[in-house]
Structure formats: structure tokens, C-alpha cells
């Protein structure tokens, strides 16, 4: 079975432009969750999808960013226009609520963004 | 407010056993969480505490004290593939998983 996977794995952007990173949770985990981690920084919620709607998005930083999850499956995250400090690795992360449930979240191997 | 706190860096030398630890100030416990992290890697589960005491598994043990706010991540017969993050992490509620800064573990032979 497939893992979560995150693309790109690494973008250089300039200050101002634009950046959109892809996550698709593992088939069937409703929840999506979007985590950032800044370079010595604890990993910081961003937000947390129930399917297609947002459950929680309280730990988006700005109006900069913008989440969606059209039809409940894969996610995107658009960060429009990129700041210095948008730098960072940007993880995604899916869990099944259903039986057999571990509680455990399991991660993607994380989007690294670079503003220059 | 949520605060999870544990310490930046440790060193360990091959073989040994080495003990991190964790506490934590949060609303709404309903579990703990320990994730191993290579560089560049995907966090990975390495254990889940809910109920006070230890959990354990393998080389691996896991213990908790709600009481307290405290947590500890046991690595017996430590190896070099060790060497890597390890992150503590608390639910809260039923969907909010809170993590900490990590713990850069280094093994040296």
C-alpha cells in the first residue's frame, strides 16, 4: 500500500511568487492534516482536513495561504506570494479514523520550500 | 496554553542505553506520541501512551505519568541507525496532535 506522498520535494522560489505542493494521504484516511517545520522549530500545525472540509485552521499563519481538498482525496497548499519566512519543510499527514484504528498519524517524507 | 518541551540534543555511545524525555502543559490529553525522524525522512510511529507506565516494545520503551505532565522515550542496545530525531507529541482532544521541538540523537561507536 502506498505511503503518503508530498510533491515537490524541494521548490526554490523567489520572494513574491508563487508555490503550490501537493499531498495525497494513503487511500481511504479522511484526515488530512498539514504541519509546517521551520529550520529549529517545533513541527507546527497548519491545518486539519475531515474529508473535503476544513476542520480546523487555526494554525495557518496568514491569508497567504490558501488549502484545499477537492473531493476528499488528495490536498493542495498555495502559498501566494512567498515571504522569506514562508521558508521551510511542509509536511502532510493522514490518519484513519475507522477500525483498525492506532491513532498514529503517518507522514509524508515532507515538501522543503525555499524562498529566496 | 500548549507547551511540550524536551531537550535540543543528546549524545549516546553504541550499545548503551539512552533515556529522552518529554513534558508537557496542554488541555484535553487523550494520548502521547514518540515518531522517530531520519534527515530528510518521514516521521515514522515509534510508540503511543495514553495510560500511565511503560509500554514496551523491543529495544524500545515508552513511559507516561499524566500526573506529572512527563513522558520518556528508553533506547536499549543502542545502534548507529539510531542516530536520528525524536519527536514527542500530544493529542488534544480528538484530532489536534501537538509536537515538540525533537531530540537530535547521535550515536557514536
Known amino acids: 500500500e502506498a505511503g503518503v506522498t508530498q510533491f515537490p520535494s524541494h521548490s526554490v522560489i523567489e520572494k513574491g511568487q508563487t508555490v503550490t505542493l501537493r499531498c495525497d494521504p494513503i487511500?481511504?484516511?479522511?484526515?488530512l492534516y498539514w504541519y509546517r517545520r521551520v529550520m529549529g522549530k517545533e513541527i507546527k500545525f497548519l491545518l486539519h482536513f475531515v474529508k473535503e472540509s476544513k476542520q480546523d485552521e487555526s494554525g495557518m499563519p496568514n491569508n497567504r495561504f490558501l488549502a484545499e481538498r477537492t473531493g476528499g482525496t488528495y490536498s493542495t497548499l498555495k502559498v501566494q506570494p512567498a515571504e522569506l519566512e514562508d521558508s521551510g519543510v511542509y509536511f502532510c499527514?493522514?490518519?484513519?479514523?475507522?477500525?483498525?484504528?492506532?491513532?498514529?498519524?503517518?507522514f509524508g517524507e515532507g515538501s522543503r520550500l525555499t524562498v529566496l | 496554553g500548549q507547551n511540550i518541551d524536551q531537550p535540543t540534543e543528546m549524545t549516546a555511545t553504541e550499545g548503551a542505553i539512552v533515556q529522552i524525555n518529554c513534558t508537557y502543559q496542554t488541555s484535553g490529553f487523550n494520548g502521547l506520541f514518540w515518531y522517530q525522524q531520519h534527515a530528510g525522512e518521514a516521521p515514522t510511529f515509534l510508540s503511543y501512551n495514553v495510560l500511565d507506565g511503560l509500554e514496551e516494545k523491543g529495544r524500545f520503551s515508552s513511559f507516561l505519568s499524566r500526573s506529572k505532565g512527563y513522558s520518556y522515550l528508553l533506547l536499549k542496545e543502542l545502534q548507529m541507525k539510531d542516530s536520528a530525531s525524536y519527536l514527542c507529541?500530544?493529542?488534544?482532544?480528538?484530532?489536534?496532535?501537538?509536537f515538540g521541538t525533537g531530540t537530535r540523537l547521535k550515536v557514536l561507536a
Open positions: 507529541a500530544v493529542i488534544e482532544g480528538t484530532y489536534k496532535y501537538i
Open positions: 499527514a493522514s490518519i484513519q479514523r475507522e477500525p483498525p484504528n492506532t491513532g498514529e498519524l503517518f
Open positions: 487511500s481511504g484516511h479522511d484526515n
